[in-house]
C-alpha cells in the first residue's frame, strides 16, 4: 500500500480551495510500502505503484487492481487519471495514461520478438460504475453519454468466488488516446446519470478493467493458445461518502 499526500493549497472544479488531505493508492496486499510527499511527481507515483502492476500482467501472467482510496478531494482521481481526465497529455498524466503507454509499447514489443510463435495481444476495456449495490456500464452505448446513462443496472452475479457484472460493452484497445477517449466517454455517461443528484460521482466507485489476451502458436502442433490476465484500476468513492451512508 502507498499514500500520498497532495499539496494544501489545491482548488476544485468550481474553484474553492480544498482542504490538505491524503489519498490512499493501494497496489498490493502486502504492508504498507510508500509514501508520496505533497511534490511527488505523477511520474514517481507510476514507477512505484503502477508498473509493476504491468510487470505482473505481462511478464508472469497474473492479474492485479489496484485502487485509490480517501475523501473526496484528496487527489484519487488526479492521481489514477491526471489533470483534466487525461485529455491533455503531460507530466500531469496520471496512473492509467502512463501504465497504458507503457502497455502498448511492450506489448508490440513483445510480438515483434516473438514472430515465429505469432505472439499477438488484444486488449478490452470495460467501464463500470459502482453505486450502492448496483452497476451501471459506462461505454454500452458509443457516442451517446445521455444513451448509455439511462441504460438499466448490470446483473450481478457470484461466479467461482468473484463478483460479476454481466453484460458490460467490452471494447477492444489499441492505443493509450484510445481508451483515454472510452474514459472520457464514461466520464460524460456518470455526470449525465449524476443530474439531480447530490455528489454523484464522489459516492460511486468507478471500475476500470482491461482484458489483456496473449495468443500464440504452439511451435509442436500449430495449435493456438490463449491466456487472459485482467488490470482493474479503480477509483473509489470518496470514503467521507461512505461514512455518510453508513450513518443513515
Ligand atoms: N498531487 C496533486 N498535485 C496537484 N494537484 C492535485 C494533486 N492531487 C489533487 N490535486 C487537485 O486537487 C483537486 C481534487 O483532486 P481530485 O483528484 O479531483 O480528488 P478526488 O478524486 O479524490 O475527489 C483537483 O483540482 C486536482 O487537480
Ligand atoms: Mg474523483
New binding site residues.
Partial sequence: MAV?V??CH????KGRE?EGRM?ALVNSSGPFNAVFG?S?SQHAVYSVCGSQLLHGVLDEGLSGCMF?F??????????MIG?SGGQSRDVLDGVIPQLTDDLFIRVNRLEADAAAQSLRFVVMASFVEVLEDRAFDLLGNPGSGAATARKPSLDIRSLGGRIVAYGAAEVPVSSTSALLRLVAQGAQARATRATGVHDHS?RSHAILTLAIERRWKRATDGATLSRVAQLQLV?LA?VSALCVKNRS
Fill in positions: 500520498r497532495r499539496p489545491v482548488r476544485d472544479a480544498l489519498t505533497p511527488s485509490a480517501g475523501s473526496t478531494g484528496s487527489g484519487k482521481t488526479h492521481s489533470a464522489s477509483d470518496g
